[in-house]
């Protein structure tokens, strides 16, 4: 499983990047009226990105519990999905940030394909979540989920104000 997790920490230390160099600095996403609903997609996968880190630093998922994290992580590949596409309608991507995604989504993958064979035997054990400890992984995870938890309510109240300033969200 570190081999899975360390996939995970490069995973998170790419978004990192990928937030604060494009996002942040770089673009200024929260300050731009047409960002506002790709800011809330980055809100609500930055939510998903929470539990996963979190989780996963401490915890087994195990029995019927796999299913309600593969639900999560599909949840994410579907935030992504529509992340892009909103990118494409609103905003033309630096070349660096289209590059950094397309890594990011071939980590994400390795990390799944990684993850695959320990959740198959975890869907195996009885229906409970178990306790772990990866040592300095956990708690690298730990303080991924913390900044990504406070990234998603940035990128929240910074979508909230953004649509309240005039741009019509979709329902």
Request: no cysteine; hydrophobic share 50%.
């Amino acid at each position: 499983m570190k081999t899975t997790l360390y996939f995970l920490v490069l995973l998170g230390a790419l978004g990192a990047f990928d937030t604060l160099y494009y996002h942040e600095w770089r673009l200024r996403l929260p300050s731009k009226p047409t960002a506002a609903s790709e800011l809330r997609l980055h809100a609500v996968r930055d939510f998903a990105y929470t539990i996963v880190f979190a989780t996963l630093a401490w915890t087994t998922w195990n029995g019927l519990w796999v299913w309600p994290l593969a639900a999560i992580l599909l949840f994410e590949v579907w935030a992504t999905l529509a992340d892009f596409l909103e990118e494409d309608r609103t905003r033309g991507l630096p070349a660096g940030e289209r590059v950094m995604h397309a890594i990011m989504g071939i980590v994400y993958g390795v990390f799944l394909a990684n993850l695959y064979p320990h959740a198959a035997r975890w869907a195996k054990l009885h229906s409970a979540f178990g306790a772990t400890d990866y040592g300095a992984i956990s708690w690298i995870l730990t303080l991924y989920a913390v900044g990504v938890f406070t990234s998603g309510l940035r990128d929240l109240a910074a979508s909230r104000k953004l649509a309240r300033t005039g741009e019509r969200l979709p329902a």
